[in-house]
């Protein structure tokens, strides 16, 4: 089995489990939505990659912007963020899809946050792969907020990035492994850098790197 | 998903159009179809109301 299929049968084994520890918006996404609403204007499209319950994706639909769009790649993970926009009864779009070959058109996002996704990509390729194609989805004025766990976090000792699992477990104690490549801020930054994305802001918060970008010029 | 979804939609594989065959609605809600590439003519379904872009070699089907 291919590791990609693996990443998405893994979220599919832990969705419920996983998206019920999952309920907060993160304060550096609350800060960027909030801080790049001024920007966004009816018949706005806005993406949450990586959506997982679709935590974020409220946090865009609250924005008032004409469609939403939940992008993941595990179908289990997806009905979770059905179930809370059910719940909350905010509007989403779920979309199954592959955050290295997105099937949505070019230049169509207006503003994208793509959080703690990137990480679980398992090459190098895919991950600036998917970075190129955030750049060619989102508009010649779009802004996307980019995360992923690094090695400035307390839980590592590691200085340079690298390939691991980080046990997820679920209630009856049975554990189940999920891939992560763990970046070094540098390689981060030379890997956002490397892409057709534009970096305008990048900072460590909470053991992860942020960077605030802008697509690609066209 | 909404019809309306399809205008910001492409294939995951050559990012051209996609056309909606077979619909079944719930309201203005597309619950079952298939979304098919204009171009390469891939098929994509419409599972529960949610598209399942996936490229092909991704999309196998889990255990449920």
Redesign the interface.
Known sequence: M?R??AV??TY?RIASHFASTREYAWPEVETFVEGHEGRLRSGS?GLDLGCGNCRHAELLAGAGLE?V?GLD?S?GL?ETG?ERALEREFDV??????AA??????G??DIAVYVATLHHLPTRTARRDSLDELARVLDSDGRALVSAWSTAHDKFDETEGFDTTVEWTLPGGEAVDRFYHIYAPDEFEADLEASDLTVLEWELSSGNCYATVAGSER | MKESLLEILCCPLDKHDLELEDAEYDGDEVVDGVLVCTECGERYPIEDGIPNLLPPDMREESPA
Request: charged share 35%; no cysteine; proline share 4%.
């Open positions: 291919d990609r299929t998405r049968e599919d499209v469609h769009v790649v179908r997806l059905r779009s779920l979309v199954q899809g592959d070959t997105l099937p949505l058109a070019d169509v996002v």
